[in-house]
């Protein structure tokens, strides 16, 4: 199977909790050709079986020792779990939202692994997320680079029919606050999608009111946080698309220069 490599490569850095339950059904009819090799890898019998599971939060002590390859595995897990959910947000599974996770999964793990993470995906679309579960065990595995690059492609699924629902901006707010971003760097993301009066300001995390010093200092912060590096291992792919949001906030700022006209 085309998935074999990175499924597995999750279930090495994830065993079992709310995501590894979630996709227990899904892994028997995915893998059915590498199940001895999953039960080997886990320790024992595949998920959605009986046997021993480990705690998955006893492993947040071996958070910082994962490999790039998987932190890279568990992004992509992560995010076909989180996409379900606001791709049902509106009650409506649209194609243009389903190709934004088909193109990230083809640019990052190539046309093999395509099929299987789209019948993960649809087997997921069947079932209820439960976000602030599934929020917390990402939160616990996840550095926050990386969490505010997920809530980014998370927030484009959203958009991608031009038509961005209240349904699906609370969806959003309540997935920021299961993998724990900060209010604020959550509010930063919408509005770079969610356009308003205000928007530029809300980007680089300040009001109207805020002085040109302030905005200044809220641009250099901001680009600081959001800097591309800071999701380097999860690949050249993330960090393109993490070099979007920078320039999105570059062009905040300079929206806010030019409407004040300062230098």
């Known amino acids: 199977m085309g998935s074999?490599?990175?499924?597995?490569?999750?279930?090495?850095?994830?065993?079992?909790?709310?995501?590894g339950a979630l996709l227990g059904f899904?892994?028997?009819?995915v893998m059915e050709s590498?199940?001895?090799t999953l039960r080997q890898l886990t320790g024992g019998a595949p998920q959605g079986t009986a046997g021993p599971r480990p705690d998955w939060r006893q492993q947040a002590a071996r958070a910082r020792s994962y490999t790039a390859t998987e932190q890279r595995n568990s992004f992509l897990m992560s995010l076909l779990v989180l996409s379900s959910a606001v791709i049902k947000a509106d009650g409506n599974v649209r194609q243009s939202e389903l190709d934004v996770v088909r193109e990230?999964?083809?640019?990052?793990?190539?046309?093999?692994?395509?099929?299987?993470?789209?019948?993960?995906?649809d087997g997921l679309n069947r079932q209820q997320v439960n976000i602030y579960e599934v929020g917390t065990q990402i939160a616990t595995y996840m550095n926050y680079s990386q969490r505010l690059q997920l809530f980014h492609y998370l927030t484009q699924i959203a958009i991608a029919d031009q038509d961005f629902s209240k349904t699906e901006k609370e969806v959003l707010e309540a997935i920021a606050s299961a993998i724990r971003l900060n209010a604020a760097d959550a509010a930063s993301v919408i509005a770079m999608f969610y356009?308003?009066?205000?928007?530029?300001?809300?980007?680089?995390?300040?009001?109207?009111?805020?002085?040109?010093?302030?905005?200044?200092?809220?641009?250099?912060r901001m680009a600081m946080k959001n800097h591309p590096d800071k999701v380097a291992s999860l690949g050249p792919d993330v960090q393109k698309a993490a070099e979007e949001k920078?320039?999105?906030?570059?062009?905040?700022?300079?929206?806010?220069?030019?409407?004040?006209?300062?230098?």
Do not use: H
């Not at 899904?26 to 009819?29: I, R, S």
């Not at 990230?104 to 995906?121: K, P, Q, W």
């Not at 980007?203 to 010093?213: H, Q």
């Open 4 to 19: 074999l490599k990175w499924i597995v490569g999750f279930l090495g850095w994830v065993s079992g909790g709310p995501i």
């Open 26 to 29: 899904l892994v028997g009819t």
């Open 34 to 36: 590498g199940l001895d």
């Open 104 to 121: 990230f999964v083809r640019r990052n793990f190539g046309e093999a692994a395509v099929e299987d993470a789209m019948r993960i995906l």
């Open 195 to 220: 356009k308003d009066a205000d928007s530029a300001y809300s980007v680089l995390e300040i009001s109207p009111s805020a002085t040109d010093d302030e905005v200044k200092s809220a641009y250099r």
């Open 246 to 263: 920078f320039r999105q906030i570059q062009e905040a700022y300079e929206t806010i220069k030019k409407q004040r006209g300062m230098r």
